[in-house]
């Protein structure tokens, strides 16, 4: 799972000849790409084009795209991408940025390979298989491994790596953007959004914020329409994030009563990427207290079974705890680094999901975002905030202390939503923000509950209330 605080997702088939043919084929392309003019940004789409992925055993309708964007030539500085565009009518659907946190976690491992994306990686660790609740089905996805150090971004400035942080992320995200931009014009001017979870809770309004500022002072072209932008399970407040947590652990009995007052006292206003000594001793107390269990999803099996076990266990429930895993093997098989169009000599010795180097030196890291809040939800920018009730990493207790805080009218009260006739959860409206809780979900939400994800950014981007119950058989 990703880094947060407690370190530690009908079908046709293809013949092996026509997968080959094509990979062949796509590999013909790409050489004939990179030898023309890369100033043509439609040149430089193709170059990107992915044709097939190994261990694809199904036809897809969509046109997917995967490469690299140079954000500072003189340090070799570059930020790698896959971008998916919507499977039906993509010009005519909005632009949506997923990012994935830590700090130091990839947006391709968790957001595209386990979560929102369309390709999801079977136990084999050699297979996909389509997602039938991928967000491609509302919106073009655009997954970045963000900052350098993650995934397969790389930097030949060795002192990039050891010096990531809040600000430089925000301003190299924007960088990419912008350079993004160029290389698919067809795009700019469309409604984009930004998505995300977790540590993202500090890099998509810290992002929204610099495009902001971008759009003030830039001209029209290199404006970006920004629109709104979603947070999942997000570091917000590093104050009420502890108080949420404590709370949350200690009401589901996963703590005792004297760690909850040790970690109340020892972390009130700590930082929680740079705690000091004294709380980060009660964070590992309580991590022995709760015992062998996922924090992040704490109702749900750990990645801790034999093949058996989880294939006994999937019969039961559709989840599987070991999807992390499944990706580790597929995305550090060559011939998948080749199709997905790795630079040889830039990829990293073995792809990680997490990166522990940019995890361990991350360099600024503000106690608080909300701030940020404060100075966005003015401009009618479209805020929503959304959090898995089962998640003991961001819970929903912190989210909603954090939400407490910015002190905002309510205009909607606060009821259920509804899921195939069930409650999918719970929402309240406030002036300028909507807080959603998503029922039975984790730290991850489209991985634990993919079809009321799919439901909750449907709502998100068609600015619709999420669905009550006489609503139900108008939703998806």
Known sequence: MQHMAMKATSFSFVPQMLAILVLVLGNACFAFATSSSSSDPYVEQQRDRV?????????????????????????????????????????????????????????????????????QVQSDGKTLYLNPYSWNRVANILFVDSPVGVGFSYSNTTSDLLNNGDKSTAKDSLKFLLKWFERFPQ???????????????????????VIVKNNRKAKEAKAINLKGYMVGNGLMDDYNDYLGLSEFMWSNGMISDQTYQEMKLKCDHESFMHPKTACEQVIENADKEMGNIDPYSIFTPT????????????????????????????????????????NPDHKPPKWETCSDVVYNNWKDS???????????????????????????????????????ALKLPTVGPWRPWYDDMQ??????????????????????????????????????????????????????
């Open 423 to 476: 409650v999918g959860g719970w929402s309240q409206e406030y002036e300028g923000l909507t807080f959603v809780v998503v029922r039975g979900a984790g730290h991850e939400v489209p991985l634990h509950t993919p079809k009321p994800a799919l439901a909750l950014i449907t709502a998100f981007l068609t600015a619709s209330s999420m669905p009550s119950l006489p609503d139900l058989h108008s939703a998806i």
């Open 303 to 342: 990645c801790r079974l034999n093949v058996s076990q989880i294939s006994l266990m999937l019969k039961r429930k559709p989840y599987d705890p070991c999807t992390e895993k499944h990706s580790v093997v597929y995305f550090n098989l060559p011939e998948v680094q080749k199709a997905l169009h790795v």
């Open 187 to 209: 795009y700019k001017g469309r409604d984009f959004y930004i998505a995300g979870e977790s540590y993202a809770g500090h890099y998509i309004p810290q992002l929204s914020q």
């Open 51 to 119: 044709r097939w992925l190994p261990g694809q055993t199904f036809n897809v309708d969509f046109a997917h795209y995967a490469g690299y964007v140079t954000i500072n030539e003189k340090a070799g500085k570059a930020l790698f991408y896959w971008f998916i565009e919507a499977d039906k009518n993509p010009e005519s659907k909005p632009l949506v940025l997923w990012l994935n946190g830590g700090p130091g976690c990839s947006s391709i491992a968790y957001g595209e390979a386990e979560e929102i994306g369309p390709f």
């Open 366 to 404: 503000p106690l608080t975002v909300l701030d940020i809040y404060r100075e966005l939800i003015p401009l009618g920018l479209r805020i929503w905030v959304f959090s898995g009730d089962t998640d003991a990493v961001v819970p929903v207790t912190s989210t909603r202390y954090s939400i407490d």
